[in-house]
């Protein structure tokens, strides 16, 4: 059972460390979480990008490259997203790191329906929250990929999550499917979808989880609220994910967590045939060490 966040790197370290492919890597705040977490033994690294400069930050940072691979390409960020897809597609690299290139290049390289990792299923983006206020790990889904996913989108969703949670060894994650209210109402979609989403797990639609809903957010983090207002549900105060109705709330609820409740995380984005490390330059060290390592431990999806 994985308790705290600090378990991704305990596990990230078991058996062969994973590769994974920097992206445009000539930029201080990427090669200080990437000297870190080498330094912990989470990943081996894999720096794409102008090698003169990746060598001229990494002096200042005092990070030893003299075991690292450097693939120098001076032909601009947007080649080095597709040379690192080649190093996946080829087995040399389990995951791709974004270092100094605008996302939306580097998701054209992995998306490309010629040459990227597509696999047929969505892509979305998922953070694994350690806060001081719940008493496990909880996973907030979409924040930053799908603006606003249909019925059929929240499905794949909720899958990528409970892939990453099998993965990490929790066999039966709990998903809360996140509204304001907690009864369907016709002019609240993500109160219908909750309705439906509940339905195809009950009747084997949805495997591999316990989905309930739609729950408000105190429903699904405090068994105390959900008792309070007459719900009782093996998810309401026990969830293991929330399933934001839209990018919208996703992202609200990430932000407050990471900025006004105290929380770290760890993220991704999962759906491809490699994990993709999406960090923030306003993440602090830890949540970029612990985004590595979890992209380490769910290696190829």
Do not use: W
Request: hydrophobic content about 45%; proline content about 3%.
């Amino acid at each position: 059972m994985l308790n705290d966040l600090s378990g991704l790197i305990t596990k990230a370290r078991e058996g062969d460390k994973r590769t994974i492919a920097v992206v445009a890597a000539e930029d201080v705040l990427i090669l200080d979480a990437v000297r870190d977490a080498v330094a912990a033994e989470v990943m081996t690294p894999l720096l794409i990008g102008d090698k003169g400069k990746i060598e001229k930050i990494a002096r200042r940072l005092d990070f030893d490259l003299s075991r690292v691979d450097i693939l120098d390409n001076r032909e601009g960020a947007a080649a080095s997203a597709r040379i690192a897809v080649s190093k996946v597609k080829s087995g040399e690299a389990d995951g791709i790191m974004k270092g100094h290139i605008p996302t939306g290049d580097l998701l054209r390289a992995v998306l490309d329906k010629g040459v990227g990792l597509r696999t047929g299923r969505l892509l979305s983006h998922l953070a694994l929250f350690q806060s001081p206020y719940y008493h496990k790990l909880l996973c907030v889904t979409d924040a930053a990929m799908n603006i606003a996913p249909d019925l059929d989108e929240k499905v794949q969703i909720i899958q990528n999550a409970v892939m990453m949670y099998h993965q990490l060894g929790i066999e039966m994650p709990k998903v809360a499917v996140a509204a304001a209210v907690e009864m369907p109402n016709s002019k609240m979609e993500a109160t219908l979808h909750a309705s439906l989403l509940k339905a195809m797990n009950r009747e084997g639609a949805l495997t591999g989880c316990i989905v309930d809903g739609p729950f408000a957010v105190d429903i699904a983090v405090s068994r105390k609220a959900a008792l309070h207002k007459g719900v009782d549900s093996q998810v309401a105060g026990d969830c293991d994910v929330i399933l934001a109705p839209d990018i919208e709330a996703g992202n609200m609820l990430y932000k407050a967590l990471n900025f006004l409740g105290g929380a770290v995380c760890a993220s991704a984005i999962i759906g491809a045939s490699a994990p993709v490390v999406l960090t923030s330059r306003s993440d602090d060290e830890r949540t970029k060490l612990y985004s590595i390592a979890l992209a380490a431990c769910i290696g190829k999806g």
